[in-house]
T-cell receptor, first 117, second 109 residues
Framework: GAVVSQHPSWVICKSGTSVKIECRSL??????MFWYRQFPKQSLMLMATSNEGSKATYEQGVEKDKFLINHASLTLSTLTVTSAHPEDSSFYICSARDTGRETGELFFGEGSRLTVL | GQNIDQPTEMTATEGAIVQINCTYQTSGFNGLFWYQQHAGEAPTFLSYNVLDGLEEKGRFSSFLSRSKGYSYLLLKELQMKDSASYLC??????????WGAGTKLIIKP
C-alpha cells in the first residue's frame, strides 16, 4: 500500500514552454502533498506544500507564479513549470504522507526529470 | 537555525558493516527518518525513530539519542545494491521535515 505515482518520468521541452507534472496517491487520500526539486549531487529541496482545496504554501525563494500548484482532489496534485528555462532543468519529486500510518512517513513518487533546451 | 549534519560520502566493503551518523539541531523534535535514494530515483523509506534506542529491521538498524541530537543508520552484511545516498530527516515542532544533505555510500567488492 501507500503508493504515489508521478507522471511523466522524464520530459524534454523547449525554453519558454510550460510543463505539467502530475502526482497521484493511488491507494490512500492525501490532503497534503509536497513538491521537491533536486539538482545533481544535492539533497532534496522543498519547493512547496500542496493543500487539497486551498492554495499551496511556497518556500522562501520559490516563485509561485512560475511553479503553479493545483491540488484539486484528495489523490491528485499537479505542478506546472511555466515559461521554462534551462536553469529549471532538474529532478522534480512529489511526496505524500499517509496519515493513516502512525509514523507518518512520506511516500515519494518516482520523480520527473525535466530537461529544458 | 535548523541544521542536520551527515557525512558527505563513505566507502565500505561488500559484506562489511557501516554506520552513517546524523546530528541535528532543530526547533523541536517529532521523529527522525532515514531514507535511501539510488541515483536518479526517488527516496524510499527505511526507518523511523521517535524514542531513544535502537530499531532493527533486517540488515538495517537505526539508533536515536534525543538528548544528544544524534542518530545513526547501521547497515550490516553490505551488498553492492546498498550503494546509494542515505538521507536523514527530522520532523520539527511544526511537523515539517528538515532534510540532511545525504550521505553517498560507495560499496566496493
Amino acid at each position: 500500500g501507500a503508493v504515489v505515482s508521478q507522471h511523466p518520468s522524464w520530459v524534454i521541452c523547449k525554453s519558454g514552454t510550460s510543463v505539467k507534472i502530475e502526482c497521484r496517491s493511488l491507494d490512500f487520500q492525501a490532503t497534503t502533498m509536497f513538491w521537491y526539486r533536486q539538482f545533481p549531487k544535492q539533497s532534496l529541496m522543498l519547493m512547496a506544500t500542496s493543500n487539497e482545496g486551498s492554495k499551496a504554501t511556497y518556500e522562501q525563494g520559490v516563485e509561485k507564479d512560475k511553479f503553479l500548484i493545483n491540488h484539486a482532489s484528495l489523490t491528485l496534485s499537479t505542478l506546472t513549470v511555466t515559461s521554462a528555462h534551462p536553469e529549471d532543468s532538474s529532478f522534480y519529486i512529489c511526496s505524500a504522507r499517509d496519515t493513516g500510518r502512525e509514523t507518518g512517513e512520506l511516500f515519494f513518487g518516482e520523480g520527473s526529470r525535466l530537461t529544458v533546451l | 537555525g535548523q541544521n542536520i549534519d551527515q557525512p558527505t560520502e563513505m566507502t565500505a566493503t561488500e559484506g562489511a558493516i557501516v554506520q552513517i551518523n546524523c546530528t541535528y539541531q532543530t526547533s523541536g523534535f517529532n521523529g527522525l527518518f532515514w531514507y535511501q535514494q539510488h541515483a536518479g530515483e526517488a527516496p524510499t523509506f527505511l526507518s523511523y525513530n521517535v524514542l531513544d534506542g535502537l530499531e532493527e529491521k533486517g540488515r538495517f538498524s537505526s539508533f536515536l539519542s534525543r538528548s544528544k541530537g544524534y542518530s545513526y543508520l547501521l547497515l550490516k552484511e553490505l551488498q553492492m545494491k546498498d550503494s546509494a545516498s542515505y538521507l536523514c530527516a527530522v520532523k520539527d515542532s511544526n511537523y515539517q521535515l528538515i532534510w540532511g544533505a545525504g550521505t553517498k555510500l560507495i560499496i566496493k567488492p
